[in-house]
């Protein structure tokens, strides 16, 4: 009945079922306690009230112990597969309990190899990953990582999955965090999936790599030693449309954080290049991606050079100035304010030297005309 429709379900709740599985989590039979799990992971699958209950009925603690003292790939598997279900999309899960969920699932993770076993284990970590910084700490701290890292490379997507979103929920943490999985290598890691023909894989490896590049400047300093750059430009040439929103995102990254001195790496990569084409857009998000890159590279080039530098001079090489006239006239508020913005700050300055030169030169022939000594 646990695995039927909702009035099902609500029916053995209902009627103290939750109690009996509770019970039955206890027996000295391994079948029993694994029949119970199933049916404990049928509950938590339904709704988050459900899994609510189950926290309160304290079942986490039984089925950790019941993975445990498993024997068998199927309790595993089924444990684990229970876990995730209570743990997805449950903001209500006590602190306390996450490390308690994560040590059994990364003890599997680390030691075996049964792919079922792996892909329920590792979509329990990502679940348990979700949401709140405070949960990535005992899987950070388990030593799990590496064995994540290495698992990107699994030939079964299903497993390389959940590894690569749990890397990049690590990403989205503190700047520690993420230092942990860069330590660990997971930038190279990451370089040789970009390279794989699944375009999911593809795009959210970028998208890791992407809030790597936003963190610290020692971080972004790590991609950039990397060539991970090359690699973003290439992507927006060749790839999908997804995945160049990603390496948008990289590249744009990548120019904020970084220390001026690298403007000139940053140029002879090609980036300019490459999103220059994207000023034609339909797509107001891409623009604005566009804009801001463009934006801190001239500011960047401006701190380290001085007013006269080869960012500007490239921009307007490739007609960018004039793209960004037509943009202050964009329907869009933040698009066209952007490229204004852009344009009052570093190219209006040239424009009235170069309208004083030619008064200049104007005044010196009128002069000459009228010199009668």
């Not at 986490?60 to 003292?69: A, D, F, H, Y």
């Not at 990107?152 to 959940?162: G, N, Q, S, T, V």
């Not at 140029?267 to 890159?293: H, M, P």
């Amino acid at each position: 009945m646990c695995a039927g429709s909702t009035e099902q379900i609500q029916a053995v709740t209902k009627k103290g079922g939750i109690k009996v599985l509770k019970s039955a989590l206890g027996s000295p039979f391994e079948n029993n306690r694994a029949q119970a799990v199933w049916a404990i992971g049928n509950i938590a699958g339904e709704d988050f009230i459900l899994r609510d209950i189950l926290i309160k009925e304290k079942i986490i603690p039984l089925v950790v112990l019941t993975m445990e003292k498993g024997t068998s790939m199927s309790i595993y598997k089924s444990c684990a597969w229970c876990l995730a279900n209570i743990c997805r999309d449950n903001a209500n899960l006590p602190p306390d309990y996450y490390p308690v969920i994560a040590k059994p699932l990364v003890s599997a993770v680390k030691s075996l190899s049964d792919p079922l076993v792996l892909t329920d284990c590792t979509w329990a970590l990502f679940y348990l990953s979700c949401d709140m910084k405070d949960r990535l700490s005992p899987i950070i701290e388990s030593g799990v990582i590496p064995t994540l890292i290495s698992l990107l490379k699994h030939d079964e997507e299903r497993i390389a999955l959940p590894c690569l979103r749990i890397l990049g929920n690590i990403s989205t943490g503190s700047n520690e965090q993420t230092q942990a999985i860069i330590d660990a290598g997971v930038i190279e890691g990451l370089k040789e999936l970009v390279e794989i023909e699944n375009e999911s894989l593809r795009k959210e490896s970028v998208w890791v790599l992407s809030n790597i590049a936003a963190g610290s400047e020692s971080q972004v300093e790590r991609i950039i030693a990397a060539d991970v750059i090359p690699m973003g430009v290439k992507l927006l040439a060749e790839d999908k449309f997804e995945v160049k929103i990603e390496a948008l995102w990289l590249i744009l990254n990548t120019s904020e954080v970084m220390p001026s001195k690298y403007v000139s790496y940053m140029l002879k990569a090609g980036i300019i290049e490459a999103i220059v084409t994207f000023l034609s857009a339909q797509n107001t998000k891409v623009l604005l991606l566009v804009l801001r890159t463009i934006e801190n590279m001239l500011k960047k080039a401006r701190d380290f050079y001085g007013d006269k530098n080869e960012v500007i001079g490239k921009v307007e090489e490739l007609g960018c100035v004039h793209v960004m006239e037509e943009l202050q006239y964009h329907s869009n508020q933040a698009v066209y304010k952007t490229a204004n913005e852009i344009l009052e700050t570093f190219f209006m300055l040239e424009e009235i030297e170069q309208v004083l030169g030619k008064t200049a030169n104007d005044t010196e022939k009128t002069i000459s005309i009228f010199d009668f000594c």
